[in-house]
């Protein structure tokens, strides 16, 4: 139940099309939703970040989907570019314990 | 104003052996968390340090152990190590506690552990 499934294992797009990776959870006690970047030999670093009283949060190119009756959460890359070519990481807390709970990683590489 | 910094970057031990990791916060923080991340896998958390004591531990045996000094800096141990240890830890830190949940929460580049 501790568990966040997080797919495709691997995605490579197009310069300018759009990235999608979806996360799923079954702790209903969830309810900080983040997304990690990480390129190689650097720590992830905070993208952007949703709690489950709104349904998308968008910032720049990037934006989160939230889907509570599902247990769903996406992050879709708008015009993605070769900089964006990274893994990224869902991720899900509880509030009042400080810790993450971390999907498996998606390796996006985007071709120019 | 300087990151949070991790030695060594990269280590190799044999089974059995002992490892000592290091992290220092960045500048102002005062809680540090650490994290395993296997190869292909997302960062598990191991534990978290706040005034010098184990404020919250994850899933890991008592072969990892870890302290926190005065200046904030901190320790991870791994003791007896094994061939299943070999990953990239990862340190963060967060000024006080809760700060997952505010964003504020910064990782290092870790040290990567291969145990042959």
């Known amino acids: 139940q501790q568990q966040v499934k997080q797919s495709p294992q691997s995605l490579i797009v197009q310069k300018g099309g759009i990235s999608i990776i979806n996360c799923a959870y079954e702790n209903t006690a969830f309810d900080y939703f983040p997304w990690y970047q990480q390129f190689p030999g650097k720590g992830p670093a905070l993208l952007i970040a949703i709690r489950p009283d709104v349904s998308e949060k968008k910032e720049g190119r990037f934006t989160i989907s939230f889907n509570k009756s599902a247990k769903q959460f996406s992050l879709h890359i708008m015009d993605s570019q070769p900089g964006d070519s990274a893994t990224y990481f869902c991720?899900?807390?509880?509030?009042?314990?400080?810790?993450?709970?971390f999907g498996t990683g998606t390796r996006l590489q985007v071709f120019p | 104003d300087a990151g949070v910094t991790q030695s060594p970057t990269h280590l190799i031990k044999t089974r059995g052996q002992q490892v000592t990791l290091r992290c220092s916060p960045k500048s102002g923080h005062d809680t540090v968390s650490w994290y395993q991340q296997a190869l292909g896998q997302g960062p598990q958390f191991i534990f978290q340090?706040?005034?010098?004591?184990?404020?919250q531990r994850g899933n890991f045996p008592d072969r990892f152990s870890g302290h926190q000094f005065p200046n904030y800096s901190s320790e991870l141990n791994v003791n007896a190590l094994l061939l299943g240890d070999s990953a990239l830890y990862l340190c963060?830190?967060?000024?006080?506690?809760?700060?997952?949940?505010?964003?504020?929460?910064?990782f290092g580049e870790g040290s990567r552990l291969t145990v042959l």
């Open positions: 991720a899900a807390a509880t509030h009042g314990i400080d810790k993450l709970i």
């Open positions: 963060a830190s967060s000024k006080w506690w809760g700060q997952v949940y505010t964003g504020e929460l910064f």
């Open positions: 340090y706040y005034e010098e004591e184990e404020r």
